[in-house]
């Protein structure tokens, strides 16, 4: 069972990529938060890997974060949903919101995703809403309220940061400092101090 895998992007399009490691390329399938959190073709990419076994198909599923590898396990528990759907899922709503409207039974947030209908909001809804209490939501309040996250998001993407690993960064440091997400300066250091 592959569980993760290291090697160099050779291929990235929006849904699937390949992961050239050893010699061997992989194509992996990925949620498109994961596409736009990727560096460029030929740089070292690590993902977590998802692999479904079925006598018909191989198919291995990509995740630049641990958090959404774990959501993507436990969306596909749910009776009606595959590992392509839950891919779709993750790929209509970020990790967080996810988490947080099954927990809320926001069925209408959930029933904007494409393949997602009443009915398999509310099984979402049924099946996960106690399900998820040791997954992390991250409040995204905090980085939109601060004027100068953007720029400094912008500016860590440029220096080769992940997009998840930014924006957690953003979001500690505004937290620490509410004053510094008015100042690009004080929050692009703040961020940098405790960026992983």
């Known amino acids: 069972m592959i569980a993760h895998l290291r090697g160099r992007l050779f291929l990235k399009t929006p849904g699937r990529i390949i992961l050239e490691a050893g010699g061997v390329g992989y194509e992996v399938i990925i949620s498109i938060p994961t596409f736009t959190a990727l560096p460029q073709e030929g740089a070292e990419v690590s993902l977590h890997i998802y692999t479904q076994v079925r006598e018909d198909i191989l198919a291995l599923f990509g995740f630049l974060e641990l958090d959404e590898k774990r959501l993507f396990e436990r969306l596909i528990t749910v009776s009606g949903v595959g590992p392509k759907l839950a891919v779709t899922i993750l790929s209509g709503l970020n990790p967080e919101r996810t988490v ?69 960064a953003i979001e500690t440091a505004v937290r620490k400092n509410k004053a510094a997400g008015e100042n690009f300066d004080e929050l692009f250091r703040l961020s940098l101090q405790v960026i992983r």
């Open 100 to 168: 947080a409207a099954i927990r809320g039974q926001d069925h209408a947030t959930l029933t904007r995703i494409p393949g997602v209908g009443k009915k398999l909001a509310e099984r979402l809804v049924v099946e996960l809403k106690d399900k998820l209490e040791d997954m992390t939501v991250t409040p995204v309040a905090a980085v939109h309220s601060a004027p100068a996250a953007d720029d400094v998001l912008s500016a860590l993407l440029n220096l080769g940061y992940q997009r998840a690993a930014a924006q957690k």
